[in-house]
């Protein structure tokens, strides 16, 4: 693999360091470990508010100079992207965990665990760049860390043909979750139709044991790039490490937590929360006696 | 020992002493029962301080005059005070009472000396005091639990019966009421106690739980007294929760909750009659206010009892001190209150200088109950204030209705009830949104049947949010303003705190962060999204269905539940009532007597209450069978009534999918219904009524400039052959006449006088849609409406006159009465796709009032009509609440700042609920309303334009801009600090809770309010203490205010300001718009980019 776009972005750029730096105060929040600590962990995504104030710190250049229609692109961007992110965490698609990067909204980095099929066993780490007119230009290029053996994987690059699923990116009815959801089916239906790597389409049509071995070389290469060290800076780079309860069974507990606790209800909120005495289904107001109160 | 023997002996032996030893000694003595804390010392000690006491009660005994002298009195006290710290100090042994006690139970100590206390009057208060002294002191003190013993009890209620029969001073008050604390405490520790405080009560008949009834009468006191009285009615309001019988008992035997109630009237009578709001951002009556009104604080501290007994109260009290409450406080003194002033009469009179007190009135009372609503925290509470705004009619009109019309009228009006509409909406109630907004969304009739499933639209893209940014006022954009320089040479140099080049200087500077705005949308959006989880459906435009609100009578609580909460209730029959206006699908005579009643109330508000009047009319237009309709995709017609551009509340619509006229009039072609000569007048003016109506609903863009004659499109010769043929027309503009001979008259008539009409594309417009001779009488009026078309409307009108205004409606007059349900239109099906290019007048229409089933298709709207179909719904309307907000929107510009603020601050806050249908309906740009709904986006354009067009005009708008930002900004406090950011926070102009800011510049700043509000707004400047404020105050430019004609600058001068003071405020107002526009633009693109963002745990509809 050439190309890291994780280091595409430069950290001389005066807003992305101060981004950054921010950043790190919010992470210890958001409980990501910072890169510094080496102390690695799975991979979380982080709740909303993070990613609020990651997209605001990412953002928190002083635009306040010409606030005409171009003045608030940026606001627009980050929140199609966020909008973006949302509904993919709807779809909950298998197999596939992605998460922003911190340094730049428009690179998620993500992973792709295969559970069938030829590829079985191989975790693919990958990333997403979104152009900077999206939903406007092109369709999303996705990067995998290495170039994975695949017909439609560049053999140099490693950059998956997402143009043939998406000749043209059409704002309303594509949506990233559909990229990822292709990234994720390549593995499991190989099309060999114009492939980027000949040598894959020409072994999967005739040398199918060939094919095989190929692949189980690159889903072990996957597996042996796992833990590798991460050379972005990226605080939200995914990162692999071997299970160490101190520091992980802490998360899963959290993690599985979660869910669990309801929100906390301060002495305020309870004026904040709603009321209604409707019945459901109903149309008629005070059709119930009691309050439904959060 | 020995020395207590000693003194023991010695003091057995004295009969006289009055002491038993010096003071010393006796101190010793209790140091040392304390220390020694040996219980036979102590017990003899007691009998003996015991048996000195009884000698001198015992020898007043008999005698005729008991009195003692003070010597006797002061010794028997001093004794008691000693036995008392004594049985205080015992400890009781696991539950059995120690000696003392025993000592003290068996010889009834106390009983006698309660009795003897009695015959002693001479010194009434003083040994009342005492006993009451000792009881505290007993029951605060001892280690034992006393209260349980009935010799104990006895007494103690003798001397608190004792106290309620007799008049007492307030010291003696205050100990009562403390006593009667301590009890309840006790009380509720130890509930023992309360059961032979229960049981002992029995002896007395009158008052059998004594203590609750002097609690009872100390509730509305001032200070501490009432305060502990509250407190202590509290606990054992507590404990009634806990035992029935508690409960039965303050409900059903004590007046606890009348005394209450009548309690808050009272108070309620007590509280200033005018309150000042003169403030920009005023946004309530605030913290300080009410520390400045003691009878406000009284009266919040009783609301506030109420509240805490509701919350913790046994059901039974809690639901009578509800309906005690709302009975006896809500409807009778807080309803009148707020409907002081004459309703019914124009809004401008009331306005006026002859109605100024009750307007003050009224003001003053809607700030209250803002006020009110924003104190309670318990549920049911508050339920039953929404329940007397929501459904309490006050002069027949619902007070929520009545109070919604106040959102037009003058500016302090405005602004109280806008307030109390923020507070309303800010409760996240659903039954509150329901009644205001919902209700009329849910039907869809706003949009486009095609627009429905895009109610649920998510703006990923941020599109709304752009559009509403691009929205910003040219005027304000500073780039596009001239250069400083050439901005400076225009005005005279003048001293300014703000030279060029500083922080203040330009107008750049006070720009508001989009970020901050952001923000706030979050969290405003979040809460709200918490809120509404507990809500029974989401409305998003499936869920409640479109077609489940029938009728909108029918959203009054069901009359069982009310009935089953309180007998006490009288509104059963209200609520009997509006079940009868229940319309079902299919039923016939859609609009019933209740809908064209509710639309009469509803006429009040508009201005078009003629066309209210015509419900008679528009109940002909129905169609009988329903399922028909539904099934063939009829059209279903009913008169427009009322409201602006011909919207109703109440009839059914038109179905969609319309062909153009040809269509139409080749089915009226079709109907082979047979003419009857012989059709009364009524009848024939019915059928003719659906047609017209249905013909309203077909035809499209009308030009108004050609004549009647050659116009009728391209098809111009149909009208005129229309108009040619000897057969009545009775979609002709005429005057009402009855007879026969007219119509002729008629035609020339519309000729005349009429807004001739177009058709659109080509059609012609060929059948006449009347029937033979002689029998048509309606008249209408046909008014042109640029983008589309009106589902008609029926109108009264006597006479017509060529109306310039943008109108498209078909109005008939007839004379029938309003119950006769509305024939169908006969229907040949085989119409369908042929069109028939019929000339008009070649074809006649005939009707037959029998032929009822048919149906007929119409197969393709015609462009640019926008009717809406929706069987049994209602017309396109967003209900009174909205449309009252968006016109009052409408004119921004004329609002003052602190309307403005207030109105945009309640959109705000509405656009933050994530419910599909009301995010949609006020932020998404791309929906298509249909033509009589207007939305918020289109308005602000609107506005803008204003604006923009008036900042032409005048010549230094930049400057007042500039000046306008930096008085806002200094009223906040924030100029002064040059070090800190500038930039006025969003909470200046979009208000939260606070109505006055709560810092250290608090005074300072509310005299600034004052001040500048006078200034700005020239509020009559007799105030004396305005004006010295004006004086004081530090702003950085001085304001001098001249009574009665303006204001100057002392700094500097403005060349218009001193002229036209009329055109002055205008300007200010334009201004001050501009200013608000700017940020409010911004606020509610924030709120659009933040509802597409609610992440999946978030997203309400995920209930």
């Known amino acids: 693999m050439t190309e890291d776009p994780r280091n595409g972005h430069d950290t001389d750029d005066v807003n992305l360091a101060t981004g950054t730096k921010n950043f790190e105060v919010e992470e210890e929040e958001a409980s990501v470990r910072p890169r510094g600590e080496r102390r690695k962990q799975l991979p979380s995504i982080p709740d909303s508010k993070t990613l609020g104030a990651m997209a605001n710190t990412v953002n928190n250049k002083p635009a306040t100079a010409h606030k005409g229609g171009s003045g608030y692109s940026m606001f627009f961007l980050e929140y199609t992207l966020m909008a973006e992110y949302n509904k993919l965490h709807k779809q909950r698609l298998p197999g596939v965990y992605v998460i922003p990067s911190a340094l730049t909204p428009l690179v998620w980095n993500g992973v792709l665990f295969i559970r069938q099929g030829q590829y079985q066993d191989g975790v693919f780490k990958f990333t997403i760049n979104i152009p900077e007119n999206f939903p406007h230009g092109e369709c999303p290029r996705v990067l995998f860390e290495f170039p994975v053996f695949h017909p439609v994987v560049d053999p140099h690059t490693g950059e998956l043909d997402v143009k043939r699923a998406f000749p043209k990116w059409r704002p309303k009815v594509h949506e990233i979750w559909q990229v990822l959801l292709y990234t994720r089916r390549i593995f499991y239906k190989i099309d060999t139709k114009s492939p980027s790597n000949e040598e894959a389409a020409q072994l999967y049509e005739q040398d199918m044991e060939q094919f095989k071995k190929k692949v189980t070389e690159t889903v072990q290469k996957s597996k042996d790039l796992l833990y590798s060290d991460d050379k972005s800076q990226d605080p939200h780079a995914i990162i692999f490490s071997l299970w160490d309860p101190e520091v992980h069974e802490e998360a899963r507990r959290q993690m599985l937590n979660s869910k669990k606790t309801p929100n906390d209800e301060d002495a305020d909120l309870q004026r904040k929360n709603g009321l209604s005495w409707m019945k459901c289904g109903s149309n008629q107001i005070f059709s119930r006696d009691d309050s439904a109160t959060a | 020992m020995s020395w207590f023997k000693k003194s023991r002996s010695g003091s057995k032996t004295s009969q006289k002493s009055s002491d038993i030893a010096g003071p010393n000694s006796d101190e010793n003595f209790d140091g040392r029962c304390r220390r020694d804390t040996d219980p036979e010392t102590c017990l003899q000690v007691f009998q003996n301080h015991w048996s000195q006491a009884i000698r001198v009660i015992d020898s007043k005994h008999g005698m005729t005059n008991p009195q003692c002298s003070p010597d006797e009195v002061a010794a028997v006290i001093k004794n008691f005070e000693q036995m008392v710290t004594l049985l205080a100090a015992e400890e009781a042994e696991h539950g059995t009472p120690g000696p003392i006690l025993n000592f003290l139970m068996e010889n009834e100590i106390l009983e006698k000396f309660f009795g003897w206390c009695h015959l002693n009057t001479d010194y009434g208060e003083k040994l009342i005091l005492e006993q009451l002294r000792m009881f505290e002191h007993l029951i605060n003190h001892s280690h034992q639990v006393l209260l349980i013993h009935k010799s104990v009890i006895r007494p103690l209620l003798n001397l608190l019966a004792f106290c309620v029969d007799s008049l007492v001073s307030k010291e003696v008050e205050n100990h009562l009421v403390f006593i009667l604390h301590q009890i309840c405490i006790c009380i509720s520790k130890e509930t023992l106690v309360l059961e032979s405080f229960f049981s002992m009560s029995t002896d007395h008949d009158s008052t059998k739980f004594v203590i609750f009834s002097l609690l009872i009468s100390y509730i509305h006191h001032e200070g501490s007294i009432g305060q502990q009285a509250r407190d202590a009615l509290l606990l054992i309001m507590a404990l009634s929760s806990k035992y029935p019988y508690m409960g039965q008992y303050i409900a059903n035997n004590t007046d606890f909750c009348p005394v209450l109630a009548t309690g808050l009237s009272g108070l309620y009578s007590d509280l200033p009659r005018k309150i000042n709001i003169s403030f920009e951002d005023w946004r309530g009556i605030a913290d300080e206010d009410i520390a400045e009104m003691p009878d406000m604080m009284m009266f919040l501290n009783t609301l506030e009892f109420c509240n805490a007994v509701v919350q913790i109260a046994h059901p039974l009290v809690r639901e009578q001190l509800i309906s005690y409450v709302y009975n006896g406080f809500l409807v009778p003194v807080l309803g009148p209150a707020l409907h002081q002033d004459i309703s019914g009469l124009p809004t401008p009179l009331l306005d006026s200088p002859m109605f100024a007190n009750s307007r003050e009135e009224v003001i003053t009372a809607t700030a209250y109950l803002e006020l009110f609503l924003r104190k309670l925290t318990e549920p049911a509470l508050i339920k039953t204030f929404l329940m007397f705004i929501l459904t309490e009619k006050n002069d027949e009109i619902v007070i929520l209705e009545s109070l919604i019309t106040r959102i037009n009228s003058s500016s302090k009006l405005s602004t109280v009830s806008l307030a109390l509409f ?174 064209i009643k509710q639309n009469q109330d509803a006429e009040t508000k508009t201005e078009f209450s003629n066309i209210i009047r015509t419900a008679e009319i528009s109940s002909d237009a129905q169609i009988t069978d329903q399922k028909e309709c539904q099934t063939s995709n009829q059209i279903t017609f009913a008169p427009n009534k009322g409201g602006k551009f011909g919207t109703s509340s109440g009839n059914v619509l038109v179905e969609s999918r319309l062909d153009d006229i040809t269509v139409f009039m080749s089915f009226l072609d079709e109907t082979d219904a047979p003419v009857d000569k012989n059709l009364t007048f009524e009848e024939s003016l019915k059928s003719l009524d659906s047609v017209l109506s249905s013909v309203s609903a077909q035809i499209s863009i009308v030009s108004r400039t050609s004549t009647p004659r050659k116009d009728l499109g391209h098809g111009s010769k149909s009208l005129s052959s229309f108009c040619d043929k000897n057969t009545d027309i009775s979609d002709v503009v005429g005057d009402t006449d009855n007879s026969v001979d007219k119509n002729e008259k008629n035609f020339q008539d519309f000729s005349q006088n009429a807004t001739p009409f177009q058709v659109l594309d080509n059609s012609k417009f060929s059948e006449p849609l009347s029937k033979q001779d002689g029998l048509i009488r309606t008249d209408f009026e046909v008014i042109e409406t640029p983008t589309s078309l009106d589902t008609g409307c029926d109108k009264r009108h006597s006479e017509t006159k060529p109306d310039p205004s943008t109108f498209l409606e078909i109005t008939m007059s007839s004379n029938v009465n309003g119950t006769d349900s509305m024939k169908e239109l006969p229907y040949n099906g085989s119409v369908g796709a042929e069109r028939k290019s019929s000339v008009l007048g070649e074809k006649s229409v005939r009707f037959s009032e029998t032929s009822m089933q048919s149906s007929y298709n119409i197969s393709k709207p015609v462009s640019g009509i926008s009717v809406v179909a929706k069987i049994g719904s209602t017309q396109p309307n967003v209900g009174p609440f909205m449309t009252a907000l968006l016109s009052k ?215």
């Open chain 2, 889 to 1103: 929107l409408e004119g921004m510009m004329q609002n003052s700042l602190q309307v403005n603020l207030m109105l945009t601050g309640l959109i705000a806050r509405l656009a933050a609920y994530p419910q599909p249908l009301l995010r949609s309906y006020l932020l998404n740009h791309n929906l298509v309303f249909q033509p009589t709904v207007k939305s918020l986006v289109q308005i602000l354009t609107v506005v803008r334009q204003k604006v923009d067009h008036f900042s032409y005009t005048v010549q230094n708008f930049e400057q007042l801009l500039l000046r306008a930002r930096r008085t806002l900004a200094a009223r906040e406090g924030l100029l002064p600090e040059r070090g800190k950011s500038i930039s006025p926070s969003p909470e200046l102009i979009h208000l939260r809770t606070r109505a006055t800011t709560v810092s250290d510049e608090a005074p300072s700043k509310e005299k600034r309010h004052r001040t500048l509000s006078d200034l700005l707004f020239k509020r009559n400047p007799v105030d004396k203490k305005q004006e010295t404020n004006s004086k004081k105050t530090q702003q950085q430019q001085r304001l001098e205010m001249i009574p009665g004609k303006g204001f100057k600058f002392i700094n500097r001068k403005m060349n218009d300001a001193n002229d036209n003071p009329v055109e002055s405020l205008k300007t200010r107002n334009a201004v001050y718009c501009a200013l608000v526009l700017e940020e409010f633009i911004k606020e509610l693109a924030a709120l659009a980019q933040e509802h597409a963002v609610l992440s999946l745990n978030e997203d309400c509809s995920n209930l």
């Open chain 2, 422 to 595: 923020y507070t309303l909406v800010n409760l996240n109630c659903e039954d509150v949104m329901f009644q205001l907004v919902f209700r009329y969304l849910v039907p869809c009739t706003h949009v486009m049947i095609s627009q429905r499933p895009a109610v649920r639209d998510v703006d990923t893209y941020s599109k709304s949010a752009e559009k509403l940014l691009s929205l910003r006022p040219t005027c304000c954009l500073p780039e596009l303003s001239e250069s400083p320089d050439h901005r400076e040479v225009k005005h005279e140099p003048v001293k300014t705190n703000f030279p060029p080049g500083s922080d203040g200087s330009k107008l750049e500077h006070f720009e508001t962060s989009y970020l901050e705005y952001l923000h706030e949308a979050r969290t405003s959006v979040r809460n709200c999204v918490k809120a509404c989880q507990k809500w029974s459906v989401p409305y998003d435009g499936e869920n409640p269905a479109p077609d489940s609100i029938m009728d909108l009578d029918e959203v009054f609580t069901s009359k069982s539940e009310i009935s089953k909460t309180e007998g006490i209730r009288g509104h059963d029959d209200a609520r009997k009532k509006s079940s009868k206006g229940e319309v079902t699908l299919g039923s016939s005579g859609l609009v019933e007597e209740d809908r």
